[in-house]
């Protein structure tokens, strides 16, 4: 039996909107998505998102297991409508699984399974990364015009946040790295002015013996630094 919407599309896509991506991750808004779209599309059953990342495909949210086993089955498969697309990202609607002639090995399995229509809406995250929302249904010609509507606004919608999440995911992460760079750097010219101090040489010789100390000991040279300034500034007993 489908699932019963419980959101007006308004809602859902107002409550994408408002994800707040400070206060969650790439997983978090993914699967935002999945229950909203479920909760939302006419007809949906159950809710996947697919990502293809470097050729590697992968499912990060799903509302049920059949979403994820329909999913997996054509990662395994290396084929289907859900991969299709992505890799166009383009919309690709099954009707009814029994009819269905471009994937018969995977409609099969979908059948056997229990789900008897499906619709996937690809995603164009960003430049290396593409995805699909997948919304399976337990019963054939589960999508009318209003479904299909409502689903393409509703991606459009997802497209936004999931880009918006993995630019902010990016540049959080830059800044971690910078952060880390900085306080590197910051601890190695503690350490070059503690060996200036203590053999009377210039900052190239301090740096020199530093980077030699990394190379003898097979360890990063912040590490060392962070070794040379904790003994240095250790109060002796």
Do not use: C, S, V, W
């Given at each position: 039996m489908a699932h019963a919407q419980d959101m007006k599309s308004?809602?859902?896509?107002?409550?994408?909107?408002?994800i707040k991506l400070s206060e969650t991750d790439l997983n978090g808004v993914f699967t935002k998505i999945a229950d909203l779209a479920k909760r939302t599309i006419p007809g949906a059953s159950e809710v996947s998102v697919t990502l293809v990342e470097n050729q590697d495909a992968y499912t990060p949210a799903f509302t049920g297991e059949l979403a994820l086993a329909l999913d997996e089955a054509q990662y395994k498969l290396g084929h289907g409508p859900c991969l299709a697309a992505a890799a166009s990202t383009s919309t690709q609607h099954i009707a009814d699984m029994t009819s269905e002639s471009r994937w018969p090995d995977w409609t099969a399995r979908a059948s056997e399974a229990g789900a008897h229509s499906s619709l996937s809406i690809g995603l164009p995250v960003q430049e290396a990364v593409t995805g699909a929302l997948n919304i399976y249904a337990t019963e054939a010609d589960a999508f009318g015009e209003d479904a299909l509507a409502v689903a393409h606004t509703f991606a459009s919608y997802a497209e936004v946040?999931?880009?918006?999440?993995?630019?902010?995911n990016a540049q959080?992460?830059?800044?971690?790295?910078?952060?880390?760079?900085m306080r590197s750097r910051a601890v190695i010219e503690q350490a070059k002015g503690i060996i200036m101090g203590d053999r009377r040489c210039s900052a190239?010789?301090?740096f020199a013996i530093l980077t030699k100390l990394s190379q003898d000991t097979n360890r990063k040279l912040r590490d060392v630094a962070v070794a040379l300034v904790?003994?240095?500034?250790?109060?002796?007993?």
């Open positions: 308004a809602d859902a896509f107002a409550e994408l909107g408002r946040a999931m880009a918006n999440a993995y630019l902010y959080t992460t830059l800044a971690q790295h910078m952060e880390i760079a190239d010789e301090a904790g003994r240095a500034t250790t109060p002796k007993p």
